[in-house]
Structure formats: structure tokens, C-alpha cells
């Protein structure tokens, strides 16, 4: 017999005995307690997507007009709105542990462009690579990011951006598309790309040896989703 599954409206966040935390929507039987982050920003929905070793949460939450508004919590603080890139929507996907925050934001001219935010600078456009649009999925405690933007050409490529290089295109298998997942603190990232013959595998890339497919477990797909900082991978595969 399933148990009954509990979805909340409301950003929460369960915080288990030995301090684990989930985001909802999620099923908590005991030992776990419930935690609520109320809403200031007079919508009726929000969703937290990420927490650092702080306990500090971003994620977004609807405005009373309904738009989506990219949110920091902490307990000491509550839910404070992060603003946008001068359009109406914003959302966060991920925080490292110095409190900087990435994810992307409708542009005043309704692109979509990936961001980071701090509180020494807001939130800040991190560009494309020639495109239209981007996506920032994550960020390590060295501020290097990773996701994926589109090319003046037309295709989407796994991006790295730092302070110091700004936004790099991080190639392909062989195919016309590319997506970074994660990064850890050696700066290795772990993703999916497209192969030349239209398969997507997942990749490892570091600066050292570029992009290697980690190929798959017998099918035609996968993806690697995270990695740590012993490079262990982990991710979906078809067999």
C-alpha cells in the first residue's frame, strides 16, 4: 500500500534528525519535522531548490501578481526577494557556501539570461555566448558556474564563467548540443552532450583533459547529474 504523498503550496523545507533537509513537494513519515517558509511576497506558491552548508535556501516565489520571483531565506532573515534582470521572472537553482546565488531571469527584452547574485553586486547578466539565451545550473565555492546558452548559430553549449575568464564555451561529443549539470570545488563539470551520430551521453570535462563521454550502460542514452569533490559521478544511463 503507497503512503499518501504530502504537496504543499507553501516553500518548505523537513529537517530531519541528523539535519537533512528536503524540499517539497515530498513524502516525510517520523522522525522528521516540518519547517514552513511563508510567502511575503503575496502569491500563493513557492518552491526551494537549493540550500548550502549554512542553511541559507534560494529558490522563487509567485508575487500577488503572479510572477515568479527568485527568493533567499535564512532563518535569521526570512524570504527576501532578489529582483530580476529587468523582466518579470527570475528563479534560482543553486547557493554556495560564500552566499552566491545563480540562475536565470527574463531580460527587459524578454531574453533569457543566465545570473548571479551576491550581496556585494545583485544580481548581475552573466551574457550568452552569441545567442539569445542561457541558463546558470550551478555554482561551486570558488564562484565558477556552469550551465548552458545558445550560440550566435543557433545551438545550445555547456558554459563555464568565472570572474577572471568570464564565458566559455566547453564544446561537444561530436553533436550540436551540450548542457552542464554540476561543478565541484576542482572545477570538474559533469553534464550532457550530443554525439555525432545523435546519441546523448554524459560527459566529464576538466581543464586539463576537456570533454570525455562517459558513455552509457549498454543503451543509447545518459546524463550525469552531479559530481563531489573525490570526482565520483553520479547520473541516469539506458542499459
Do not use: C
Not at 530531519?16 to 500563493?44: C, K, M, Q
Not at 522563487?60 to 530580476?84: C, I, Q, R, V
Not at 527570475?90 to 539570461?113: C, F
Amino acid at each position: 500500500m503507497k503512503r499518501p504523498a504530502i504537496f504543499l503550496r507553501l516553500a518548505l523545507i523537513a529537517l530531519a534528525t541528523l539535519g537533512i533537509f528536503f524540499a517539497v513537494p515530498l513524502l516525510f513519515p517520523p522522525p522528521f519535522t516540518a519547517e514552513f517558509i511563508p510567502n511575503p511576497f503575496g502569491g500563493r506558491q513557492s518552491e526551494a531548490s537549493a540550500i548550502n552548508n549554512h542553511g541559507q535556501v534560494v529558490g522563487w516565489a509567485y508575487t500577488a501578481s503572479g510572477e515568479p520571483h527568485t527568493f533567499l531565506w535564512s532563518k535569521e532573515t526570512g524570504m527576501t526577494d532578489l529582483g530580476n534582470l529587468g523582466g518579470k521572472f527570475s528563479y534560482a537553482y543553486a547557493i554556495n557556501d560564500h552566499r552566491q546565488i545563480v540562475g536565470w531571469a527574463y531580460t527587459a527584452s524578454s531574453e533569457i539570461h543566465a545570473f548571479l547574485w551576491s550581496k556585494k553586486t545583485g544580481m548581475t547578466d552573466l551574457g550568452t555566448l552569441g545567442g539569445n539565451a542561457s541558463y546558470a545550473n550551478a555554482i561551486n565555492n570558488h564562484g565558477q558556474i556552469v550551465g548552458a546558452a545558445g550560440t550566435a548559430s543557433g545551438e545550445r553549449r555547456a558554459f563555464l564563467w568565472s570572474k577572471k575568464t568570464s564565458m566559455i564555451d566547453l564544446g561537444n561529443l561530436g553533436g550540436e548540443y551540450s548542457f552542464a549539470s554540476a561543478i565541484n570545488d576542482h572545477g570538474q563539470i559533469v553534464g550532457e552532450a550530443r554525439t555525432a551520430s545523435g546519441e546523448e551521453h554524459a560527459f566529464l570535462w576538466s581543464k586539463e583533459t576537456g570533454m570525455i563521454d562517459l558513455g552509457t550502460l549498454g543503451g543509447k542514452t545518459s546524463s550525469a547529474d552531479a559530481i563531489n569533490n573525490h570526482g565520483q559521478i553520479v547520473g541516469r544511463a539506458d542499459t
